[in-house]
């Protein structure tokens, strides 16, 4: 009984053995359980939206040779001004009714909600003889007049809420 490569003890032909090793082949991964998913997506979009909220917008810095003014905060309203806008504002809200609103849903002090009944009435005379351009004219005009008294040495004259 011969025995050789390729050949079984038996002296039949054997199938010859590959030299090199066969290829591996790989499995596919497990894929991840559903609530480990769920988790990984969870905590990037939280990441995302802590760091997207938190971190200020970066400013393109100034090149160098040009001229750069510093940002400045605009100068807040004086108050006689912003007394007017209110006033003007509301009046011709009020020019087409009959009744005044509540003081405080309207952003006005007791002394400025005054001035604006003074303003609607003398308004509201003006309008039934001169038309509603000349109301809204004399409105402007007393809105100045009375706001800038009111804070001619920048405060209310008699308190804050009066």
Known sequence: ??????????????AATPLTPPPRTTTPASPTPPRTTAAITLTLLTATLLTGCATPT??????????????????????????????????????????YGDYQSMGLSNGQYAILMDVVDAARTELTRQGRAAAEKLLD???????????????????PWS
């Open 1 to 14: 009984m011969a025995t050789g490569r390729g050949r079984t003890t038996a002296g039949r032909p054997h």
């Open 58 to 99: 970066p400013r393109a810095a100034p090149t160098p040779g040009a001229t750069s003014t510093p940002e400045t905060t605009p100068a807040p309203t004086p108050p006689a001004d912003l007394c007017a806008r209110l006033i003007s504002h509301w009046s011709r809200e009020l020019l087409a009714t009959d009744t």
């Open 141 to 159: 005009r007393l809105a100045d007049e009375r706001c800038a008294a009111r804070y001619r040495d920048g405060n209310p004259t008699s308190g």
